[in-house]
């Protein structure tokens, strides 16, 4: 491989591949058409990528070559819409961590959230589990094995649409159980909830109002 160092004043492309020098993939930069397929290994998972319509960015891999977090961003006029995000993977699985942003209509959400990932679990065995789900007839067994499957978001903290800067956070099944925040009229509120989202306790008390 030639050590020679080319400068160029400027260049433009569509996308940009860092390799390592055995070849191995380690960074995709992308514009919006060319947004690489999942991967693990160097191979392309069996799932489509979706939610990634009209993002560029960057996708991350690590030394095994397994996708392991990107950045993407992205906006839509007729919609009024804007939306970028800085994802992190769990170790042979999805996103646990990430940074978003997401504006429609003047309505804005930002944040950081944390999501469960299983630690004896693989992203590719999570993926054939779900194909043999989606396999099953439907009923009360399908939706049973369907819920094991979503991944739930554990933690938000950052502004909701409302306005309100908030921390909410969930159990094992995505339900807050947890919400503090402070209103779009700058009055803090804690809120728990139980397994059904109803409001237990509030502090202050909504006696107090």
């Known amino acids: 491989m030639s050590e020679e160092k080319k400068h160029f004043?400027?260049?433009n492309v569509e996308r940009i591949n860092v390799v390592e020098e055995d070849g191995r993939l380690r960074m995709v930069i992308h514009n919006n058409k060319n947004v690489p397929d999942p991967m693990m290994e160097g191979e392309k998972l069996d799932i489509e990528r979706k939610g990634m319509e009209g993002l560029a960015g960057i996708t991350f891999y690590n030394a095994e070559e397994d996708?392991?977090?990107g950045l993407v961003f992205g906006s839509d006029k007729e919609k009024k819409q804007a939306g970028a995000g800085l994802m992190f993977d769990a170790y042979k699985q999805d996103q646990i961590m990430g940074l978003l942003f997401d504006e429609e209509d003047s309505e804005r959400k930002y944040g950081i959230r944390f999501w469960d990932r299983p630690e004896d679990e693989t992203l590719r065995e999570a993926i054939k589990k779900i194909k043999e789900i989606e396999q099953m007839e439907e009923g009360s067994e399908k939706e049973?094995?369907?819920?094991?499957k979503t991944y739930p978001q554990r933690m938000f903290v950052g502004r909701n649409k409302k306005g309100e800067t908030e921390v909410t956070m969930n159990d094992s099944n995505g339900q807050e159980r947890i919400r503090m925040k402070v209103d779009e009229?700058?009055?803090p509120k804690i809120e728990f909830l139980?397994?059904?989202g109803e409001v237990t306790y509030s502090l202050p008390p909504e006696s107090n109002k």
Not at 144 to 148: N, P, R, S
């Open 67 to 69: 996708e392991c977090g």
């Open 144 to 148: 049973k094995e369907k819920l094991k």
């Open 194 to 196: 139980d397994e059904n």
């Open 9 to 11: 004043k400027e260049i």
């Open 185 to 187: 009229e700058d009055n």
